[in-house]
């Protein structure tokens, strides 16, 4: 027998007990896995295709989705954290609550004023400050005071420029202006400019209301201004010793 005609013999025998058949169905069935592997990969098409559909429909849902019931828990946690960690730390676990409690999509200038207002008890300087011992020790209130002033811009420009300001004669460490620009002909709210965005890092060098108005920059907030000055008392959150010699 030649080996041609051996390697036919073998070659039929094959062909009539399914073993051929049974390779290439193998073979079919990788091709086929292979191809969905492409598919589906990162870079494949049909990937593409869900990750896209995927987008469309989660993206929105997260978005309305209120999330305030996590953030009691993470209140608390942080609470927690902030009983065991250290000044500086405090610091930015207080920043990062700020951060948090995402602003208005719409907010007045009033309303920001009495933000500023509420931060700026917290760490008024109480150094040169009178006492009050009618009821209890209590620092006198300090006047403060918050005003709107339209900047000049090019004619050439579609903006119209703006800022806020809030100033406190006591404690100067308080003043801060928040930079604004609406549209000049479309629009009648301002939105916040010239801040810088927030990060991880710069939560232990800023003030509380540093970060609300940079989280006020970041939420896009409209704000509407209502009045161009008002004035206001603060009265100090720290309390004196009695002193009742």
Not at 32 to 44: N, P, V
Not at 72 to 98: G, H, M, P, R, W
Not at 148 to 154: A, D, I, Q, T, V
Not at 179 to 192: A, F, G, I, L, N
Request: proline share 3%; hydrophobic share 35%.
């Amino acid at each position: 027998m030649t080996l041609e005609k051996a390697i036919k013999d073998v070659l039929a025998e094959k062909m009539t007990d399914g073993t051929v058949e049974n390779l290439v169905g193998d073979y079919v069935e990788k091709g086929i896995e292979r191809a969905l592997s492409d598919l589906f990969g990162s870079y494949g098409d049909v990937t593409k295709i869900i990750e896209k559909k995927l987008k469309e429909v989660m993206v929105p849902q997260i978005e309305n989705h209120n999330f305030s019931r996590y953030l009691i828990k993470l209140d608390a946690v942080l609470t927690e954290l902030a009983n065991v960690t250290s000044l500086e730390n405090i610091k930015i676990l207080d920043n990062f609550q700020t951060l948090m409690e995402k602003p208005s999509r719409q907010i007045s200038a009033t309303e920001i004023f009495e933000k500023w207002m509420k931060f700026a008890s917290d760490d008024i300087e109480t150094d040169g400050l009178d006492i009050d011992y009618d009821d209890r020790p209590t620092y006198e209130s300090v006047e403060v005071s918050m005003s709107f002033e339209s900047l000049e811009s090019p004619s050439w420009s579609s903006f119209e420029n703006g800022q806020l300001t809030f100033e406190c004669e006591h404690d100067k460490e308080l003043n801060f202006v928040i930079p604004v620009q609406k549209w000049k002909r479309h629009d009648e709210y301002w939105t916040v400019t010239d801040l810088q965005d927030i990060d991880i890092n710069s939560l232990r060098n800023l003030s509380q209301f540093e970060v609300f108005a940079r989280s006020l920059k970041q939420n896009h907030s409209q704000i509407k201004i209502d009045t161009d000055y008002e004035t206001d008392y603060v009265e100090p959150t720290a309390e004196p010793e009695a002193d009742w010699s």
